[in-house]
């Protein structure tokens, strides 16, 4: 799949979380929700990811998604859409395995996280300032995420403050989603360079 002029997936994905978060019928029907996923709907694994319980947490997701998104798609990054699904789909069924207790779960932050990662993992192949201002945010992303799971919450202030609870898990597998398409990436290209005539 070719990478596209404008960023088709990144409107996408924020549109869809828009509409779902002004329909509350569409939040119903795709929340994650364990007893309904345990009742055959497994549609919610992934489309989980596009409900948002507050305005400001939709807007925190979609701006951060919008920002990193644009910089893949126009940086001609040709897996964008299968970084999101794949993320999308891996959150939902690693908290299904791993985190029993959780009931509800919504939101675009560990594919934001996914996206951060695979921006940033493409920049340190870079030269200059902006390998390092990649490097710099891995490492930010590392201790966040790092933190979120020995601590149970963000080290970032004002994100526990809206009465839902932070699922570090989401970002951690959706760093490690964009981790394995990453290496997926450079292993095609090397194999690529060696059957090369």
């Not at 364990?34 to 701006?63: M, Y």
């Not at 893949?72 to 395995?97: K, M, P």
């Not at 398409?181 to 090369?196: C, D, Q």
Request: hydrophobic residues 55%; contains cysteine; proline residues 4%.
């Amino acid at each position: 799949m070719r990478a596209l002029p404008i960023p088709v997936w990144t409107l996408a994905i924020c549109a869809a979380a828009a509409v779902v978060f002004g329909a509350p019928q569409l939040q119903a029907a795709l929340v994650y929700n364990r007893e309904a996923i345990a009742a055959g709907e497994a549609w919610r694994l992934v489309s989980g990811n596009l409900v948002h319980f507050s305005g400001s947490h939709l807007i925190k997701d979609v701006v951060a998604l919008l920002a990193i998104g644009l910089l893949i798609e126009t940086g001609r990054r040709r897996h964008f859409a299968l970084l999101c699904l794949a993320s999308g789909s891996l959150i939902g069924s690693v908290l299904y395995v791993a985190e029993p207790e959780l009931a509800v779960y919504g939101g675009l932050s560990g594919i934001v996280t996914a996206a951060a990662t695979y921006l940033c993992l493409h920049g340190i192949e870079e030269d200059g300032a902006y390998r390092w201002l990649c490097l710099g945010v891995l490492l930010c992303l590392a201790a966040k995420t790092g933190c979120e799971i020995a601590l149970g919450f963000s080290p970032l202030p004002g994100t526990d403050a809206e009465g839902f609870a932070l699922v570090p898990l989401s970002h951690a597998v959706g760093a490690a989603t964009a981790i394995a398409l990453f290496a997926l990436e450079n292993r095609s290209a090397t194999r690529g360079l060696l059957i090369a005539p």
